[in-house]
C-alpha cells in the first residue's frame, strides 16, 4: 500500500470555479502535511502546510482530518495560472517525507 | 528566501559513466534529500544527509551513493550509469523546524538526466 495516494485527475475546471483535492495517507503517526505545486517539468513548489486546525491562504484552503486520515486542498475562483499538478506530501518523521503522485488541475478559460 | 541551485538542468550520459550531481544551498540548512521523479511513481529518496559527511540510504539506494563535505553542498553520485537512471533529479534542503515550526523543504531547479 502506498504511504500517500492522490487521484490523478486531470481535473477540468473553467475560470472562476472552485476545485477541491483529497489526499489520503497510511501512516496514522505522521506528523507534518503539505501540499507542494508543481508545473510541468519544473520543481514543486510549497504551497501551505497543513495545520490540525485548518488554514487558508488568499484563496487556498487546506484542510486535515486524522481520524480518516485524509488531506484536503480547496482552491476557490480557479484562475489559469492555478493550472499545474499539485503534490500531497506527508513528514512521518524529521527526514521522512512521502510524496503522492499528484493530481493534475486544467484551468480552462 | 531558500535558494537551492543544482549544477545542471539537463544532462545526457552513455551506460556505464560514472555521473556527478551537484547541490548547493544558500540557507545553512543541515539536512539535504536526493529525490528521483518519474512519471507515475511520484518523488522516490535516495540518499539525505543531516549532516557533513553524515548520510542515510533513502528508500531506493541502489546504484547510487552521495558526498557530503560542505554543509552547503551535497552532491549524488551514479557510479555506473544504466538506463533505468534515467529520471528527473531533485535536490532539496530543510528548514530546521522545532516547537513551533514544521519541516518544509526547498527544491531546486532539477537536472534531467539521460543514459543512453
Known amino acids: 500500500r502506498k504511504e500517500v495516494e492522490q487521484d490523478p485527475g486531470p481535473f477540468n475546471v473553467p475560470e472562476g470555479a472552485t476545485v477541491a483535492f483529497n489526499c489520503t495517507y497510511s501512516n496514522s503517526a505522521s506528523q507534518s502535511f503539505f501540499w507542494y505545486r508543481q508545473d510541468c517539468r519544473k520543481e514543486p513548489k510549497l504551497l501551505m502546510s497543513?495545520?490540525?486546525s485548518g488554514n487558508e491562504d488568499g484563496r487556498f484552503t487546506a484542510q486535515l482530518n486524522r481520524a480518516s486520515q485524509y488531506i484536503s486542498l480547496l482552491i476557490r475562483d480557479s484562475k489559469l495560472s492555478d493550472s499545474a499538478t499539485y503534490l500531497c506530501?506527508?513528514?512521518?518523521?524529521?527526514?521522512?517525507?512521502?510524496f503522492g503522485s499528484g493530481t493534475k488541475l486544467n484551468v480552462k478559460p | 528566501d531558500v535558494k537551492v541551485t543544482q549544477s545542471s538542468r539537463y544532462l545526457v550520459k552513455r551506460t556505464g559513466e560514472k555521473v556527478f550531481l551537484e547541490c548547493v544551498q544558500d540557507?545553512?540548512?543541515?539536512?539535504m534529500f536526493w529525490y528521483r521523479q518519474d512519471p507515475g511513481l511520484g518523488l522516490r529518496l535516495i540518499y539525505f544527509s543531516y549532516d557533513v559527511k553524515m548520510k542515510e540510504k533513502g528508500d531506493i539506494p541502489e546504484g547510487y551513493s552521495v558526498s557530503r563535505e560542505k554543509k552547503e553542498r551535497f552532491s549524488l553520485i551514479l557510479e555506473s550509469a544504466s538506463t533505468n537512471q534515467t529520471s528527473m533529479y531533485l535536490c532539496?534542503?530543510?528548514?530546521?523546524?522545532?516547537?513551533?515550526?514544521?519541516?518544509?523543504?526547498?527544491f531546486g531547479p532539477g537536472t534531467r538526466l539521460t543514459v543512453t
Open positions: 497543513v495545520y490540525s
Open positions: 532539496a534542503s530543510r528548514t530546521p523546524g522545532g516547537a513551533t515550526q514544521t519541516y518544509e523543504q526547498y
Open positions: 540557507m545553512d540548512h543541515e539536512n
Open positions: 506530501v506527508v513528514n512521518n518523521n524529521f527526514n521522512k517525507f512521502y
